[in-house]
DNA sequence: GGCATAGTTTTCGTATACGATTTCGTACCT
DNA sequence: AGGTACGAAATCGTATACGAAAACTATGCC
């Protein structure tokens, strides 16, 4: 079984830098080389610089001209802009999206969400914000518009790559969290009305981001 | 007065071939060729590359591999995905800006919007295009984050790179538009709640395009 | 010691070159 | 005539190379 390889050296240099960045391997700040990148990969610095390019226009990496790419997050209002981007994005992804979920997908993530309600218990923060990504997945994917959900994976590959500096686990914040999950689930389950799942999907991101104000400040 | 050159060539052909694409030079299924493009602008086909690829990423141009980059937006189904999310982005950025639009502002688009009554007497619709997307600019350019801006103004190229193959003027549709951007001053005048703002912009996009739906089918 | 400055190093930006892939045209076979 | 195979042309993908800009460093002056 060799390993194939997909699509174009761009493609795979794209691909390999966007995950370091978003598992955290590259924290933000941490300045990417493009020779250097080059290098690791095998590459020469062409197809690594079209990577990077696209990830600075995913707003993951930060460019500046004849000085190079950083990996970008830091800024607190950066955090603030993408949190309320994302709670209109997701919001509208969620209530489209809501008329085709069915019950299988419901049970998934009301499981998932009974698993974070244990990482509550056990303190596990790294495991509640994969499940946490989980669950509102299923609540998403089902968007029948591309250009939306794909903006939704955007934001949330943004927040991925903060979350090691700029996010702080609040454990208060988490349990309403979890409770928010649940009622979400149940008006979607009852086929409430879009305009009411969205708002209600909205309002549990900027629950979160006002958690995070309120203790920042 | 010598013609300062702003940016990189890679900026440059960026700027370019976007102001062909949104200006109509270019039409959709126009097919763009590298080495073609790079030749009448002077520069290798490095940068022009780098500058396709941005292109590509805002969704203005269709890249396959190996086989080269078209000018994207035939499809009536991407105008509808198109609408749909800028009906979205669009209406909660006008509902972010409203509370910092002035009385100066709301005059100016008054103007505008009057003028355009006066497109509809004479029957001009590319004019009436402009004011269109001058009317709004009013409404949502003071929105203070600049991610949800950059996605309304990233809808709008797209929107104007259509216009000449999907889009079709519909005069019925125009007038109703007219009067509904009159109801958005008046509501936005009277310190209307975001809520009730943001619905409204949202509903305005979202008539224009059932009205296109309509005549289509 | 601190600051300005010149030289060095690093890193980016883009031109050029060439191999890889697709497409198109043409000749051949059935 | 229609279809297939082969070859030529067009076009992309990426490596290499070199010039340009910025960052860094060391040196001399105050």
Redesign the interface.
Known sequence: MTETVT??KSEQAYAAVKARIVDGAYTPGYRLVLAKIAEDLGFSV?PV??AI??LE???LVTFE?NVGATVSGIDPTEYL??M??LS??EG?ATALSAPLIGAADIARARAVNEEMRDCLEHFDPVRFTQLNQDFHSVLFERCP????LD?VHRGWNRLASLRSSTFRFVPGRARDSVDEHEALLRLIESGADADTIEKAARQHRAATLDAYLAQTT
Chains 1, 2 share one sequence.
């Open positions: 699509g174009s062409v610089r079209e390019r696209r226009a995913e707003g001209r802009y993408t309320q981007t209109i994005i509208a518009n591309p250009h939306i903006l």
